[in-house]
């Protein structure tokens, strides 16, 4: 071990979000509990990207997980996808925010 801290600097920022079905719902970060009482748990990990110019361009999925006794039709997943790619977004915009207000570079 050392003393010695080396600054690292992340050039992405994936995000993992979770789902539950729930009857005929669809819960977005659900509790332990809703996750015990749920048919079933959708989990994706997503990036955004974003090009240097700001221009959108390929998503990334890094991670994507479905356990659970409910049926999962395509509608669902795509729904799933969106949704996470939302948040992923938003949570790299505060990223990127708290980053340049501390003088750090993404």
Not at 8 to 34: A, G
Not at 75 to 83: M, N
Request: proline residues 4%; contains cysteine; negative net charge.
């Amino acid at each position: 071990p050392t003393k010695e801290h080396i600054q690292l600097k992340l050039r992405c920022y994936p995000q993992i979000v979770s789902f539950v079905v729930l009857k005929k719902y669809l819960l977005t970060d659900p509790t332990t509990i809703e996750e015990e009482l749920s048919d079933s748990i959708i989990r994706i990990g997503v990036e955004p990207n974003t090009s240097k110019s700001g221009e959108k361009s390929e998503d990334s999925i890094y991670f994507f997980e479905i356990s659970g006794s409910a049926s999962i039709d395509q509608s669902i997943i795509k729904q799933c996808h969106s949704i996470a790619l939302d948040r992923a977004r938003f949570l790299q915009s505060l990223v990127v925010e708290k980053a340049s207000i501390t003088g750090e570079q993404r």
